[in-house]
């Protein structure tokens, strides 16, 4: 397959810098006439995809927004679902359109962009969390503004909304140790995502801050979520926490029920503590302590940092970190002495 062309490809054709190039692509000032067409038609000769922009800074924002996730990230209805729902009630009220696509893995593995991309039918682009590192980037490279949403890495050069995973993490093992809880497992897939590593280092900070130990059994960071997964690693051990951390209510509810149905009670005999508050936490019986996602929020911040960003594309990145709050439910209890 073809090398994909970027902005640093046609810098170091010119012998230029990487944000000349970007202010000539987008229109925006910083670069003379002869600079920007010797820029544009280079692109043009390497094979480099842009969005066309706004010459005019005063210009108002007009047109469709495109917001982008794997089939995974869309299959994630109780999160993903709720964040999706505020981010179409923000464009529209924008005065804009939402395109919506679903990336599957072989047009991740093999870069193939959405004919939306391609026909540089959008003014800026939302992408809502994890894709792949490579495939974001060329997204990135077409010039269009682009926030993501509940992801971000060091190589993702742009806008991000976030959850405070670490502080959240922490406030609620706080919460537990709270109860009396010293002896406190971790539960999750932390290569998922950088939101999950996130939560799995505040779980470890606040068990240091607090001098608690970490047993190596009690943390578990590959687990499938799926009832089979979960039964097999529970099973290995030897004996378990008076608490488990979970990485989001899927696991939650999928512990908790492996829990009683092998003879625990919840929580008389083991708490269980879970991540985003979406249904599963509020069906189970008992129902999940959790952390609550302010999703129109997220949406609402993530739509109008793009409108900023489509604005302002020279602008340094921003990352956003937003506040959780924790909802204490019936699956968590002191501690049994």
């Known amino acids: 397959m073809a090398k994909k062309i970027t902005m640093q490809d046609i810098a170091n054709e010119l012998n230029i810098s990487k944000n000349s190039v970007s202010q000539a692509l987008s229109g925006k000032d910083g670069v003379s006439e002869s600079t920007r067409k010797l820029v544009v038609d280079t692109a043009k000769k390497l094979g480099y995809i842009y969005a066309s922009s706004r010459t005019n800074e005063n210009d108002k924002i007009s047109g469709n927004i495109g917001l982008i996730a794997s089939d995974f990230a869309f299959s994630q209805k109780s999160f993903f679902g709720e964040i999706y729902l505020s981010v179409e009630k923000e464009v529209k009220q924008g005065g804009m359109n939402l395109i919506i696509e679903s990336v599957d893995n072989h047009a991740i593995e093999n870069l193939i962009l959405p004919d939306f991309i391609n026909k540089h039918s959008v003014s800026g682009l939302l992408i809502l969390s994890h894709i792949s590192t490579d495939y974001i980037n060329l997204l990135i490279d077409t ?18 909304v976030l959850l405070n995973n670490r502080f959240s993490a922490y406030r609620a093992i706080h919460f537990l140790i709270e109860l009396g809880h010293n002896d ?63 990485i989001n209510d899927g696991l939650g509810f999928l512990t908790q029920t492996h829990m009683i149905n092998n003879g ?52 340094p990145i921003q990352e956003i970190l937003l506040d959780s709050t924790i909802i204490e439910r019936e699956s968590t209890g002191r501690r049994k002495v």
């Open 143 to 160: 010039g269009i503004p682009v926030v993501m949403i509940d992801h971000h890495h060091p190589f993702n050069k742009a806008d991000a």
């Open 184 to 246: 406190i497992g971790f539960i999750g897939n932390t290569s998922i995502s950088p939101s999950y590593q996130e939560r799995f280092e505040g779980y470890r900070l606040a068990l240091d801050h607090y001098n608690l130990p970490l047993h190596q059994d009690f943390m578990i960071t590959d687990i499938i979520e799926n009832s089979e997964s979960v039964a097999e690693t529970l099973q290995q051990l030897n004996k378990f926490p008076t608490a488990w951390f979970c």
């Open 264 to 315: 625990y009670n919840v929580p008389e005999d083991i708490s269980i503590f879970s991540f985003d508050n979406g249904q599963l936490s509020r069906i189970a019986q008992p129902t999940t302590s959790t952390v609550d996602i302010n999703f129109p929020l997220y949406g609402r911040r993530a739509v109008e940092q793009l409108f900023w960003r489509i604005q302002h594309p020279t602008e």
